[in-house]
């Protein structure tokens, strides 16, 4: 894979954040004791297909879970009655959430890149199996960072590559910084892949029309990245922003998992600003299924406006 150093023409530089708060998680998506999906269960459709411009985006639920107390994740620098409050004005539960786990396959020209891969390989693959997908199907395998819910797929559970035919690519910051840690799991998950990895940096093209931006912060080198096809654009945002009310409406909420919390504040403002000044529309990783939508500034935070028919 060819990388070109075009700097990205977009509002400002931006920086990054969010977690694997579903380590602790009750699914939400039906799976048997490996991860693996059940569609015929499952209370969310396993896939969902979003075409931009030329580029086809098929938005793969590889797992989810009800997760208790959240304000032991959100919002840690604010009071219970702050937390009750802002809950209880957007008609959603102050002791309980629901997250998504949602790697996106982009279909640009003969490339098939996947945008992160979930928890475990299981529940990714019947996603894709549920889009008529194989994993031999991925070109380029991309990571926005290194947490256990973005990497975890990487292998299946013997330990074998899930995508025999993928490049892989991330971020040379959030490499470096990983592997300096001794981290089990990323030794486990992404070591493996070190000399098949192809580094980038803010402004590098992963591939035409996909850019690199450095955001920053929930990890020490979060990476998005911006899909352009003709007139339409839409942000990959990884980890920025992990929730749609709670670090959203409210971007300097410290969550718990960003490891660098100003940070991870400043560049939720930065890139949430950008986006809806710029009306360019989003995929969120974290996101309420299928994770595309808006972003429209409010007071002092924002609002995410759920994508209906603007993709069809």
Do not use: C
């Not at 309980?96 to 891969?117: K, S, W, Y």
């Amino acid at each position: 894979m060819t990388l070109s150093r075009r700097r990205l023409m977009i509002a400002g530089a931006a920086v990054p954040l969010a977690a694997p708060y579903l380590l602790r998680a009750r699914p939400a998506v039906a799976q048997d004791d490996h991860g693996h999906g059940a569609s015929a269960a499952a209370p969310f459709p396993l896939h969902r297909v979003f075409n931009l411009g030329d580029m086809q985006l098929t938005v793969l639920l590889a797992g989810g879970g009800q997760q208790e107390n959240p304000h032991e994740i959100f919002g840690l620098n604010v009071d219970d009655a702050t937390f009750e409050q802002v809950s209880q004005e957007n008609f959603i539960p102050s002791d309980r959430t629901v997250g998504f786990m949602q790697p996106t396959l982009v279909t640009a020209g003969e490339n098939r890149i996947l945008f992160d891969t979930g928890m475990v390989a299981g529940g990714l693959v019947a996603a894709m199996q549920d889009g008529g997908l194989t994993p031999a199907d991925v070109t380029h395998v991309v990571l926005t960072h290194m947490h256990p819910d973005h990497i975890g797929g990487l292998t299946d559970d013997a330990g074998a590559p899930t995508f025999p035919n993928a490049a892989y690519v991330a971020g040379r910051v959030e490499f470096d910084a990983w592997a300096a840690q001794n981290n089990e799991m990323f030794e486990a998950k992404v070591r493996p892949f070190e000399g098949a990895m192809t580094f980038v940096a803010e402004g590098d093209e992963v591939a035409p029309g996909i850019t690199a931006m450095e955001t920053f912060g929930h990890t020490p080198g979060h990476m998005a990245f911006m899909l352009a096809s003709g007139d339409r654009s839409l942000l990959m945002t990884g980890d920025v922003v992990n929730h749609y009310v709670w670090s959203m409406q409210h971007p300097d909420w410290e969550v718990q998992y960003d490891m660098d919390k100003p940070a991870a504040a400043e560049t939720r403002k930065r890139v949430l600003g950008m986006l809806a000044t710029d009306r360019v529309p989003m995929m969120g990783y974290h996101m309420p299924a299928p994770g595309v939508g808006f972003v429209e500034a409010m007071g002092d935070g924002f609002r995410w406006v759920p994508a209906t028919y603007q993709f069809m």
